[in-house]
């Protein structure tokens, strides 16, 4: 069985950081792009940032770009979500997602499996 354990989110101050990650198992996810995505309440689900298989292309929404940096360690199935100069407006739910394909895509359809979301939240 697959399973996706995100962790890391929190409450934090605007300005601060938090760091992600998303540990997979139940098979081998190191041929699959992987990707995050959130979704704050009352709003729709959407792309925050994905990285390619093997780590070396990763795509990111306006909104992360600059601010987030994303990374993967194979040899641990598991993604890393570096997010600096947080924003009350990044206040959502975190969902880590594997893609059917090795390359990173913004369309959540292209992911194949969903973990349960880590909760977080910046103050102003």
């Known amino acids: 069985q697959v399973q996706l354990a995100e962790s890391g989110g929190g409450l934090v101050q605007a300005g601060g950081s938090l760091r992600l990650s998303c540990a997979a198992s139940?098979?081998?996810?190191?041929?699959?792009?992987m990707g995050w995505f959130r979704q704050a309440p009352g709003k729709e689900r959407e792309f925050v940032a994905a990285i390619s298989w093997s780590g070396g292309r990763t795509l990111y929404s306006a909104s992360a770009q600059g601010r987030f940096s994303l990374s993967r360690d194979n040899a641990k199935n598991t993604i890393y979500l570096r997010m600096n100069s947080l924003k009350p407006e990044d206040t959502a739910v975190y969902y880590c997602?594997?893609?059917?394909?090795?390359?990173?895509?913004?369309?959540?359809?292209?992911?194949?499996?969903w973990g349960q979301g880590t909760q977080v939240t910046v103050s102003s």
């Open positions: 997602a594997v893609s059917l394909g090795a390359q990173p895509s913004s369309d959540s359809d292209q992911f194949e499996y």
């Open positions: 139940g098979r081998v996810f190191s041929n699959l792009a």
